[in-house]
């Protein structure tokens, strides 16, 4: 086996490891809306959400991958800058998560390929056009999320005259089952092939594969992809679930169907013209344009502003870890490369221990829900005393 198979291989199972990250931080994408209103207890609802990011493979092609594989060009790459790329991704997936910052894991290793990329060879190294449509959709995304999700919440309480009785939340309670299944089907057709798209630039550099303006990527990796996010989203971002699904905006079975099939309508349009966006950015779009149409409950702006801060900082900073990272494996001797990159790791890798000792897990998350809905009921069933009512 010789050397250049050994760091292939190596490489294609970090991103992997990219790939399953991506899944456990952006699982809350998927299942917050649906905890939140008590349509899933917890763990059912990531097994649910892992099941539609597999089968993802069967409904959509590989646009994002091939829009992904071509951020750098193709000339200039090479399996040390996608290492770089990928572990510098990987790092501040694992970093945000720590801190509990639903940030965009696409945005991140695009971030990691364009700053890897810049070391490498300058601004000639980079596809400006692949970056410009990933640039657009930062923005786009979540706007269509969020008028989409106005739209549809005001449509629907407009045909169900308010939608606050207990038939229509009835039905909307079974209907998110449909609206939370869209979306897990979006996050995998779309996050899955960044993935994918990487993997492919590691073989087409090695030449295991053609490249081009339209690859075709082997089965093998869109399994390993679909596979490897399904997984992670299973180990379940509790970290992150409460943000999504709580502090945003009070979300019930109508808002929360609103929410959900507004964001897998812009995640399905985004996939389809092969633009990586990101799943965090269109689902918080959907939930505040929900909380916006929605009378009986205020979207929290500041919390909004918090998510708005970290999906700002993803792309530069994970461009500055990968770009160091790069310099690291390439200007420096073996052994310090080594060790340095090492101790990288170790202490992604301890603040991800001492987050998952003191993270919430699937228990707590269904105690909070519980408590939130008995204090719910304890507030609509308290009659107001004189002075308040008179307030």
């Known amino acids: 086996m010789t050397a250049t198979?050994?760091?292939?291989?190596?490489?294609i199972a970090l991103c992997a490891v990219f790939d399953y990250t991506n899944g456990f931080h952006d699982s809350a994408n998927s299942v917050a809306t649906v905890i939140a209103t008590g349509v899933l207890k917890p763990r059912a609802a990531v097994a649910w959400a892992a099941g539609w990011n597999f089968v993802a493979f069967m409904v959509f092609g590989t646009?994002?991958?091939?829009?992904?594989?071509?951020?750098?060009?193709?000339?200039d790459i090479s399996l040390a800058l996608i290492?770089?790329?990928?572990?510098?991704?990987?790092?501040?997936?694992?970093i945000s998560w720590h801190f509990g910052l639903p940030t965009s894991s696409s945005h991140a290793l695009v971030g990691g390929l364009v700053g890897a990329g810049l070391v490498a060879g300058g601004w000639d190294a980079i596809s400006l056009s692949a970056v410009r449509k990933v640039a657009i959709f930062i923005v786009v995304s979540p706007l269509v999320g969020?008028?989409?999700?106005?739209?549809?919440?005001?449509?629907?309480?407009?045909?169900t005259g308010g939608g606050d009785g207990p038939r229509v939340q009835s039905f909307f309670r079974r209907g998110q089952l449909f609206s939370s299944a869209a979306l897990s089907l979006g996050h995998g057709g779309n996050d899955a092939q960044k993935t994918m798209g990487v993997v492919a630039a590691v073989l087409i550099t090695t030449g295991h594969l053609q490249g081009g303006s339209d690859i075709d990527i082997p089965l093998w990796v869109v399994l390993l992809a679909h596979g490897a996010i399904a997984a992670g989203t299973y180990a379940g971002g509790w970290r992150i679930v409460h943000t999504m699904g709580g502090r945003i905006t009070e979300l019930r079975p109508l808002s929360g169907f609103a929410a959900e099939s507004s964001a897998a309508i812009a995640l399905f349009g985004s996939t389809a013209v092969g633009a990586p966006v990101s799943t965090t950015q269109t689902v918080a779009g959907g939930i505040g344009g929900a909380g916006i149409a929605n009378p009986a409950s205020d979207v929290d702006w500041r919390v909004f502003g918090h998510l708005v801060s970290a999906w700002v900082i993803t792309l530069p900073l994970a461009a500055l870890i990968s770009a160091g990272t790069f310099v690291v494996t390439v200007h420096l001797p073996p052994v310090v490369a080594g060790i340095a990159i090492t101790f990288g790791f170790l202490v992604a890798g301890w603040l991800t221990f001492r987050s998952?000792?003191?993270a919430p897990g699937a228990d707590d998350i269904s105690a909070l829900v519980v408590a939130e809905d008995e204090h719910e009921d304890q507030v609509t069933t308290t009659p107001a005393s004189p002075s308040s009512a008179a307030g």
């Open 63 to 75: 646009a994002v991958a091939n829009t992904v594989a071509t951020v750098v060009n193709e000339g």
């Open 83 to 94: 290492f770089a790329a990928v572990a510098g991704a990987t790092i501040w997936n694992l």
């Open 5 to 11: 198979l050994v760091a292939t291989i190596g490489v």
């Open 356 to 358: 998952m000792r003191s």
């Open 146 to 159: 969020m008028l989409l999700a106005i739209l549809l919440m005001a449509t629907l309480r407009l045909v």
